[in-house]
Nanobody
Framework: VQLQASGGGLVQPGGSLRLSCATT????????MAWYRQTPGKRREPVAS???????VYTNSVKGRFIISRDNAKNTVYLQMDSLKPEDTAVYYC???????WGQGTQVTVSS
């Protein structure tokens, strides 16, 4: 399965973005899909995950601001990001859990 994230960009603090992750294979094969992010010099960290049945889990720093969803029919995973903060600035990637080969990420920059 190849993964490609898109939808990033430059946004002001308090703004919103919606990320999409397109895959070449069926994400239904994966019980859990997740969004990760990475900033320079730091480890890639999980941000949110979602089970095949749609149950989400969020890291504390994004709870109440981000919503992860998946469309198994379209083989796509989404991340709705609201009330963005400068500390959300990172390259965002999607992958299954446990993670396989990494695809292309998308840059999110939150700055005024």
């Amino acid at each position: 399965v190849q993964l490609q994230a898109s939808g990033g960009g430059l946004v002001q603090p308090g703004g919103s973005l919606r990320l999409s992750c397109a895959t070449t294979g069926s994400i239904y094969n994966f019980a859990v899909m997740a969004w990760y992010r990475q900033t320079p010099g730091k480890r890639r960290e999980p941000v949110a995950s979602i089970t095949r049945d749609g149950n989400p889990v969020y890291t504390n720093s994004v709870k109440g601001r981000f919503i992860i969803s998946r469309d198994n029919a379209k083989n796509t995973v989404y991340l709705q990001m609201d009330s963005l903060k400068p500390e959300d600035t990172a390259v965002y990637y999607c992958n299954h859990v446990p993670a396989g080969a990494w695809g292309q990420g998308t840059q999110v920059t939150v700055s005024s």
